[in-house]
């Protein structure tokens, strides 16, 4: 679900390591967050929730508001519980 598009092709056949050229290594914009959080609304899983918003906190730390909104609604349509804090 989360590795990288064709551009990184280049990345990934020069390097050894199977994770090269992985959209976990770099931070994403906005548009690239909205992107993994709508293909996430199709098929919630919890366990990649929550590696995306761990990734964004690490990586961007500051979440937008219509992010926000994504994610309560993603959680209040799977019935998640929602713990702030």
């Known amino acids: ?18 994770l090269a050229g992985n959209l976990f290594e770099r931070k994403l914009t906005n548009e690239g967050y909205n992107s993994l959080m709508q293909t996430l609304s199709l098929k919630p899983k919890k366990k990649h929730l929550k590696k995306l918003l761990a990734h964004m906190d690490r ?22 519980p929602i713990l702030l804090g």
Request: charge should be negative; aromatic fraction near 16%; hydrophobic fraction near 40%.
């Open 1 to 18: 679900m989360f590795m990288s598009p064709m551009y990184n092709e280049k990345e990934r056949d020069e390097s050894k390591d199977i």
């Open 59 to 80: 990586k961007d730390k500051a979440f937008k508001e219509n992010q926000v909104a994504f994610i309560f609604k993603i959680c209040m349509q799977e019935g998640w």
